[in-house]
């Protein structure tokens, strides 16, 4: 992967970090585009791109959720993952001070503190999957084992059907 310095992010130097195996694809980005516009422009199979839904449970604890980018977060199947009465999505003026990233551009990997993560069920599928690279404009493909390599990471059910 060259060397691009000036648009590293912390998702990316900490896979960098971990020899994980991953490319960080770079695009030009002015603005926010929506996972499914992110996956067209990168000529993606959109079922394999992930967003990073970052939630708080009943107990006062947070949580990350990662679904494709098409689909939406089911809440109750949310909640029973991570064995909450119930989980909510945070308000989008508190991601950057929780996760150190904006919206748009949140990514699992690099966060601040590392949150419970669970990724749908739907990732076994693919052999490698795509989501954010810690900035708009970056994302990451990798197979799912090196991403819970990385991480503890539960899969679920957690998609509206």
Do not use: W
């Not at 000036?6 to 490319?23: G, I, P, Q, S, Y």
């Not at 694809?25 to 990073?52: H, I």
């Not at 989501?131 to 799912?144: A, K």
């Amino acid at each position: 992967m060259p060397k691009q310095h000036e648009t590293k992010t912390n998702a990316v130097r900490e896979l960098e970090a971990a020899h994980a195996d991953f490319e960080a694809r770079f695009f030009d980005c002015p603005e926010a585009l929506s996972g499914v516009e992110v996956a067209q422009l990168l000529e993606l199979d959109q079922d394999r791109v992930f967003k990073t839904l970052v939630t708080q449970g009943k107990s006062g604890e947070h949580y990350v959720f990662m679904i494709p980018v098409a689909c939406e977060l089911d809440l109750k199947k949310a909640a029973a993952a991570v064995n909450e009465k119930a989980v909510a999505m945070i308000k989008a003026r508190e991601l950057l001070p929780l996760t150190g990233y904006v919206h748009g551009g949140c990514s699992p990997v690099g966060m601040k503190k590392q949150f419970a993560t669970t990724i749908d069920e739907t990732a076994e599928l693919f052999e490698r999957i795509a989501f954010s690279g810690g900035r708009i404009g970056c994302q990451v493909e990798m197979p799912l084992s090196e991403l819970a390599r990385m991480m503890p990471l539960r899969i679920a059910d957690l998609t509206v059907v």
